[in-house]
């Protein structure tokens, strides 16, 4: 699975990764330049964020799932029970 980005998203990624040459290198890049940088990161290192980012939400909604019980849980064949403890038995 490539890992895409918008056309907005990856307009504004290119223009962040020529900032960053200007201010941070001392030595500017082009657009072409930038814009095969951006697309070596998506492909080479994209996947480790995205799988990372998986497994983070994957942990979370299992996190959710095992609460899910508690939360939810009702007591079963607590029709008679009720009477019982109102003291309200029928003989």
Same mark, same amino acid.
């Given at each position: 699975?490539?890992?895409? *980005?918008?056309?907005?998203?990856?307009? +504004?990624?290119?223009? %962040? !990764?020529?900032?960053?040459?200007?201010?941070?290198?001392? @030595?500017?890049?082009?657009?072409?330049?930038?814009?095969? *940088?951006?697309?070596?990161?998506?492909? +080479?290192?994209?996947? %480790? !964020?995205?799988?990372?980012?998986?497994?983070?939400?994957? @942990?979370?909604?299992?996190?959710?799932?095992?609460?899910?019980?508690?939360?939810?849980?009702?007591? +079963?064949?607590?029709?008679?029970?009720?009477?019982?403890?109102?003291?309200?038995?029928?003989?």
């Amino acid at each position: 699975m490539s890992i895409e *980005l918008s056309k907005e998203a990856r307009k +504004e990624a290119i223009t %962040s !990764i020529e900032r960053y040459f200007r201010e941070q290198m001392d @030595e500017p890049i082009g657009n072409i330049a930038a814009g095969g *940088l951006l697309s070596f990161f998506l492909e +080479e290192i994209g996947p %480790s !964020i995205y799988n990372q980012a998986v497994a983070d939400a994957q @942990e979370k909604l299992q996190a959710r799932v095992l609460e899910l019980d508690i939360e939810v849980h009702e007591d +079963e064949f607590q029709y008679w029970r009720k009477y019982e403890r109102q003291g309200k038995g029928r003989k």
